[in-house]
């Protein structure tokens, strides 16, 4: 259960944080601005559902969380490290081709990460996990 | 490896939430274990035979 506050809480001080960075010194959203928020509501709602999942089997009498949710978080985690370490190296190679400025390269690098983890996550999820 | 959960919580009337409830499990667990699509630990494995009365290879196989 402390978890899934702890869920909740940091997807609030992403919109918070979000909401502050839009509303402070921008007069218009760039399409590459856009971009990052469109990715930046995805991780908020994926959030969300694993936070309202967690919740309704709490509400059911279930655990929040079992053996087979955290296994497969267990290999959410090191998969999603894995490919994040390409997606880095992806990054590195074009930002030596293209000229972005910093804070975008970090922040295309971060969300990003969320994304990768984000599908590795239903992945795994929805696949199912077998010890083959 | 394959099991046997479909056929022993119908012969003893159990939803998959009554399952789940009684081995302290959600229930998405118990689908992807019927499903084959999960293998559960040996605790998981033993609390299943237990609540069926039943040895843990009559529920859990090898083809």
Redesign the interface.
């Known amino acids: 259960m402390k978890k899934t506050v702890v869920l909740f809480i940091i997807a609030a001080l992403v919109l918070i944080t979000t909401g502050l960075w839009i509303f402070s010194g921008h007069s218009e959203i760039k399409p590459a601005e856009l971009i990052s928020l469109g990715v930046i509501a995805l991780v908020v709602v994926f959030a969300l559902f694993v936070g309202y999942k967690r919740l309704t089997s709490v509400k059911k009498g279930e655990p929040a969380e079992d053996e087979m949710s955290k296994k497969v978080m267990h290999k959410t985690s090191s998969m999603s490290y894995y490919i994040s370490l390409y997606w880095w190296l992806a990054i590195m190679y074009f930002s030596d081709k293209l000229k972005f400025e910093t804070h975008t390269i970090i922040g295309a690098g971060i969300l990003g990460m969320a994304v990768i983890f984000a599908v590795c996550w239903f992945v795994y999820n929805f696949r199912g996990e077998r010890n083959e | 490896m394959n099991n046997r959960i479909k056929e022993f919580r119908a012969r003893y009337n159990f939803t998959q939430?009554d399952l789940?409830?009684k081995v302290?499990?959600?229930?998405?667990?118990i689908v992807?274990l019927e499903?084959?699509?999960?293998?559960?630990?040996l605790?998981?494995a033993y609390d299943i035979a237990r609540v069926f009365e039943a040895k843990i290879e009559d529920i859990f196989y090898f083809d």
């Open positions: 939430e789940a409830k302290n499990v959600r229930r998405e667990t992807f499903k084959n699509k999960y293998n559960p630990s605790k998981l």
